[in-house]
Structure formats: C-alpha cells, structure tokens
C-alpha cells in the first residue's frame, strides 16, 4: 500500500520529525529496542508507490510494518498496522 492516509489510533507527541528519523536510520539501518522491550532493525525504504520514503521495522521474528511522514507519530500507520511500539522506540534512541 502506498500510504495513502494518515495514521490512526491515539496520536502521541515525538520528539523528533520524519526526516530526522529517517536520516538517523540511514543507508545501512539501525537496531534499537521497541517500548515493549522488542530488539528491532529499522532501515530505509519507500511505500508501494516507491516515491514515499518510509522506515521499515523488522523484529527479531516478524516484520512489524513501516511508518512514512504521514503516520509518524501515531500508534498505527497508514495501513492500520499497529508501529507506536517501534515509532516510540526510534524516537526516543535519537540523539
């Protein structure tokens, strides 16, 4: 899916945009813990479209989904998959 809408579920505040989290990942992705605890390994990628840059979270057993500009910041993505879990985690590694 192209992420065609905004997120859904309850909207929490980040401290951090999009972008900066998505240069903060880079080319080469980077592995943090979810706020449940969860190892994940996020990297770059793009939607469906492959024109909407996105981050995808991989666990150590499951992909968890992706999270592009438009759902940063809510608890489940454009595509109803719930991401607050990994969007909180990336958010508070940042520097």
């Not at 605890?37 to 150590?60: L, V």
Request: charge should be negative.
């Amino acid at each position: 899916m192209g992420h065609p809408d905004v997120g859904r579920g309850n909207f929490f505040k980040t401290y951090h945009s999009f972008q900066q989290a998505f240069d903060f990942v880079g080319l080469n992705g980077i592995d943090f813990k979810s706020t449940t605890g969860e190892r994940i390994i996020a990297s770059q990628s793009y939607a469906s479209d492959s024109a909407t840059p996105a981050i995808t979270f991989n666990g150590e057993n499951s992909r968890h989904g992706n999270v592009c500009a438009a759902c940063w910041g809510f608890r489940q993505n454009c595509s109803g998959t719930r991401i607050g879990q990994c969007v909180e985690g990336i958010d508070l590694a940042m520097p």
